[in-house]
T-cell receptor
Framework: GESVGLHLPTLSVQEGDNSIINCAYSNSASDYFIWYKQESGKGPQFIIDIRSNMDKRQGQRVTVLLNKTVKHLSLQIAATQPGDSAVYFCAEMRGSNYQLIWGAGTKLIIKP | DAGVTQSPTHLIKTRGQHVTLRCSPISGHKSVSWYQQVLGQGPQFIFQYYEKEERGRGNFPDRFSARQFPNYSSELNVNALLLGDSALYLC????????????FGEGSRLTVL
């Protein structure tokens, strides 16, 4: 049976510091990745994406790094603000079936 | 502008019952996707519709079905509810179905007793 009461990995950072959220993926055939932010009581919100032919992409205050050798993805948030408090998910796409495979999520907590 | 709207926001059903969840996409968006999010986990893909045709289906039993109407709104139906169907059901709309332009609603929270 499925476990209940799963606890999300949690990252606690000081306001103003940089945050790094990590994600491991399992399928080397995945060729497109997205980071989403989900605030409490809301649906996921697109943050940034990256294709497998890139290893870095920058947005506003966010950077995504992709290491295909070790199948690892990270999201860096610069100068973390209280509004960044949320659960962050990485999602991967394999092939062209328009299906996203989501990770378990990391809860980001901002300390004042 | 109105975002993706879902109804109902919360509902409670008992095992064996049937449920219908509704989704209205952003105006102009022709694609709707459905995801199931169990508490503490990431969303799982159920269906995607584009121009009223099913474009993709995730690994869910036949108890789950969906359809898209001419106005691009969508319904997700779940028959013979099980306790494990308790989850947040998310609808996302996009213009073409491209993953980077998915806009999610706030979801319908289903509790099965």
């Amino acid at each position: 049976g499925e476990s209940v009461g799963l606890h999300l990995p949690t990252l606690s950072v000081q306001e103003g510091d940089n945050s790094i959220i990590n994600c491991a993926y399992s399928n080397s055939a995945s060729d497109y990745f997205i980071w989403y932010k989900q605030e409490s009581g809301k649906g996921p919100q697109f943050i940034i994406d990256i294709r497998s032919n890139m290893d870095k992409r920058q947005g506003q205050r966010v950077t995504v790094l992709l290491n295909k050798t070790v199948k690892h993805l990270s999201l860096q948030i610069a100068a973390t603000q209280p509004g960044d408090s949320a659960v962050y998910f990485c999602a991967e796409m394999r092939g062209s079936n328009y299906q996203l495979i989501w990770g378990a999520g990391t809860k980001l907590i901002i300390k004042p | 502008d109105a975002g993706v709207t879902q109804s109902p926001t919360h509902l409670i059903k008992t095992r064996g019952q049937h449920v219908t969840l509704r989704c209205s996409p952003i105006s102009g968006h022709k694609s709707v996707s459905w995801y199931q999010q169990v508490l503490g986990q990431g969303p799982q893909f159920i269906f995607q519709y584009y121009e009223k045709e099913e474009r993709g289906r995730g690994n869910f039993p036949d108890r789950f079905s969906a359809r898209q109407f001419p106005n691009y709104s969508s319904e997700l139906n779940v028959n013979a509810l099980l306790l494990g169907d308790s989850a947040l059901y998310l609808c996302a709309s996009s213009l073409t179905g491209a993953l980077r332009e998915l806009f999610f609603g706030e979801g319908s929270r289903l509790t099965v007793l």
